[in-house]
């Protein structure tokens, strides 16, 4: 057991006691008990330990590192210092939030921000719950949250008592700098209410409420930290003895200060306990969905916080009276008091989305109005959102996917009537402009390139031409069987004509996706394992490599498996992948770069589905293997059993699936491709009071491979199973050997 492992033991039967003590007997579902925050939280902290409900728009909790700028999420486990509890989070890279910065402390000095000690023994973090004590300041730092707001229990062991109260706090770039515009009112001497506005992924304006069980005895403001700073940083002094307790409640808005102070009404009164216990019954509806029986328990662990990272998001930034600000910056009425952002839709339309048409389709047509409503805004709809802002810096436009999937999921029963409010012709109208219209505020797509060459060439688009390429004509795919279902035929014979576009960038000799130029030479030198992050240099590829991204045509794998010469020739270039060797020059550089095995990159979102491909060249035991080999190489039940980062719930989305036994690969439409189930039995209870349950007989370390898959008792036709038959409830039965 490593270092970090052992710290993470030490403590985690105390933290669990704890909680079941709360949470008294378990629930019918995932028990919650069962969920540890702090897996994955370890090396580059792309996951926080936050307090938060699902789909909330709030996430209060502890910052370690320096501002947090390393630690994209604000938090990592080797920290021996917290510097204080910002309001907002997300699990990603990159770094944002940290939005509204406490940080109480007892000593004389005032200093523009702490560094405080902590013992991690005494650290626990539950869903909606997480508790601290602070060492060096002796103070019990205890937060639970609720949709909108927050509310902290500050514990003081010693005096004087006090609270830094920094408003320029931010993670991921230089405090204060980023802050455009800052306006901060007190009320009285118990509440203040604030507004910024500031630039780091996006223009965004937020505005807060900070409310104190008992007014300051005294409020200093501090000097700015440096002269660009726009945002104050206060220090407020109590009265309280020793022993005695502070509450603080915190609250978000995307829209005004004054309804940020509204927002605070979704903390009961003072009651701090009372918060817990509904943030916990909040998670315990969703948890409840999915229910696993047997396994080893750190698997159990790992999955039950897989399930609980994939329902942290996207969040719902509505107000309590319905509105929110919207990607143009105005402020409007949601149309049903939903607005879903944080939205990483490259990573999240792969698995993360089809696990909510599943498991939570009541906020499937929210999430689709949503999508809409800002194509109405501005003109497309989302690639990447920040606290309801477009961010666009992901390649494709894989909100497309989303909506067509749930538009054929609706069409075939899968919603309740609350989907029939979604026009789906303006939904359409939203994918066609989305994919046909050029707009100012999209940072990669140029679609007169695209249709002028039927792919992007790299001396035309100098970045990711490959990448693009290939992710556009999934969209296309999606846009055109929408475009079928709803009779308009010539727009589906456009899109799925411009669908094929990934054969042209195919190259027959090495059979390997390549740059093409505007004259239709290839790319040359050409090595398949150059490795390119992004946008950040002259590349073909997006967090990839030619190996990896061969395989991204989940539309159409027959279609790609013909063009690459055949079963036997397609399974032995895949083969390749997964033996080719790790320790390429290019990949240690890039943070992505995990969860390798041969070029197999599982700590990124391209190959999340490449590992289901045996199943179409007729290799299931090949899937079976790969997949319980990721199981127990890249997922465990530590501080460090996450590779790559979760990316608003993708990597803990394709936990949840594979451990179930089936997998999206195509994530639009509703067929799963079976893998191999990783717990004996699982039961998903689905609306309407139906189950669905998946047994795996003889299950064990050596009996991994899956032998032969019943339905109701009848073979399993193929090694795909539908949407629909998962609805309909019964029992998918699965014979393990070895």
């Given amino acids: 057991m490593n270092n970090v492992a052992s710290l993470f033991s030490a403590g985690r ?60 999420a604000g938090f990592r486990w080797e920290d021996s210092t917290i510097r204080g509890f910002s309001q907002t989070h997300y699990n990603s890279c990159g770094g944002e939030f940290g939005d509204v910065s406490l940080m109480p402390f007892t000593t004389e000095a005032f200093l523009p921000f702490y560094d405080c000690r902590y013992n991690k023994s005494t650290q626990h973090a539950e869903p909606g719950y997480y508790a601290v004590k602070l060492e060096d300041f002796g103070v019990r730092v205890e937060v639970a949250a609720a949709r909108r707001a927050a509310i902290y229990r500050l514990t003081y062991e010693k005096t004087p008592a006090r609270i830094l109260l920094d408003f320029a706090n931010c993670i991921g770039g230089q405090q204060g700098r980023q802050i455009i515009e800052s306006h901060v009112d007190t009320i009285g001497t118990t509440m203040f209410i604030g507004r910024n506005r500031r630039f780091n992924w996006v223009d965004r304006e937020y505005s807060y409420a900070v409310e104190f069980s008992r007014p ?25 003895a020793p022993g005695d307790t502070l509450l603080v409640k915190t609250a978000m808005s995307s829209v005004s200060p004054r309804n940020a102070r ?152 899968a919603f309740a009537r609350d989907v029939d409010r979604i026009d789906w012709e303006e939904a359409y109208r939203a994918v066609r402009d989305s994919l046909r219209e050029n707009h100012p505020s999209r940072w990669k797509e140029s679609w007169p390139v695209l249709d002028r060459y039927g792919y992007y ?61 505007s004259k239709g030479n290839w790319r040359t030198p050409f090595d398949p394992t150059e490795y390119r992050y992004a946008n950040r240099s002259q590349n073909d590829f997006t967090e990839g490599n030619a ?61 999340h589905h490449v590992i289901y491909f045996y199943q179409y060249l007729g290799r299931p035991r090949r899937t079976a293997e790969l997949v319980r080999e990721v199981f127990d190489r890249f997922y465990n039940d530590t501080p460090d059993g996450l590779c790559g980062n979760d990316d608003m719930g993708q990597m803990s989305a394709w936990y949840v699936f594979s451990a179930l036994g089936f997998y999206p690969f195509n994530p639009c439409g509703g067929d799963y491709v079976l893998g191999a189930p990783q717990f004996p039995e699982a039961t998903l209870h689905l609306p309407g009071g139906k189950t669905f349950r998946i047994v795996a007989r003889n299950l064990s370390e050596k009996n991994k491979y899956v032998k032969s898959a019943t339905l109701d008792g009848k073979p399993l036709d193929g090694f795909i199973l539908r949407h629909a038959d998962i609805l309909r409830g019964g029992e998918l039965v699965f014979e393990m050997c070895d």
């Fill in 13 to 72: 039967g105390i933290r669990r006691a704890a909680f079941l003590i709360l949470a008294g007997a378990a629930s019918a579902g995932t028990p919650l008990e069962e969920v540890d925050p702090f897996i994955g939280t370890s090396q580059r902290g792309f996951v926080h330990p936050c307090a938060l409900v699902p789909f909330g728009m709030v996430q209060a909790g502890p910052d370690t590192g320096v501002n947090g700028v390393m630690y994209s």
């Fill in 216 to 240: 300051w005895k005294a409020s200093h403001l501090l000097e700015r930290k440096e002269p660009t700073d726009r945002a104050p940083t206060y220090v407020l002094d109590f009265d309280l």
């Fill in 262 to 413: 509204d927002n605070l009404a979704d903390i009961d009164a003072w009651d701090f306990d009372r918060t817990r216990e509904r943030a916990a019954a909040a998670w315990r509806e969703v948890m409840d969905r999915v229910e696993v029986t047997g396994g080893a328990p750190a698997r159990r662990r790992a999955f039950a916080t897989a399930l609980f990272r994939a329902f942290s998001y996207p969040s719902d930034i509505a107000d309590r009276d319905g509105r929110y600000r919207g990607a143009d910056r105005e402020v409007v009425a949601s149309a049903d008091g939903h607005h879903y952002t944080q939205t990483s839709l490259w990573d999240t339309f792969r698995a993360a989305h089809p696990l909510y048409t599943l498991l939570v389709p009541d906020r499937v047509p929210s999430i689709v109005r949503t999508m809409v409503a800002q194509w109405r805004a501005i003109g497309h709809v989302p690639i990447w959102g920040f606290w309801g802002m477009e961010d666009g810096c992901m390649i494709g436009t894989h909100g497309v996917p989303v909506i067509v999937d749930a538009f054929l999921k609706a069409h075939a029963g």
């Fill in 457 to 517: 060439p790299f001396d035309i688009i100098p970045k990711e031409s490959v990448s693009r390429t290939y992710e556009c004509a999934y969209d296309d795919w999606c846009a055109a069987t929408m475009a079928q279902a709803l009779g308009k035929h010539e727009d589906a014979a456009f899109f799925f004509r411009r669908s094929n576009a990934w054969k042209k960038l195919l190259d027959p000799e090495t059979r390997y996706a390549r740059g093409r130029d």
């Fill in 547 to 607: 190996l990896q991204y061969t395989w991204h045509v989940m539309q159409d794998p027959e279609g790609l498996i013909s063009a690459l010469g055949g079963r036997e020739r397609a399974a032995r270039q895949l083969d390749a992948l997964f033996a080719a060797p790790t320790d390429v020059a290019s990949l240690k550089l890039e943070p992505n770069a995990t969860g390798l095995i041969g070029q197999y990159l599982h700590g990124n979102e391209p190959c």
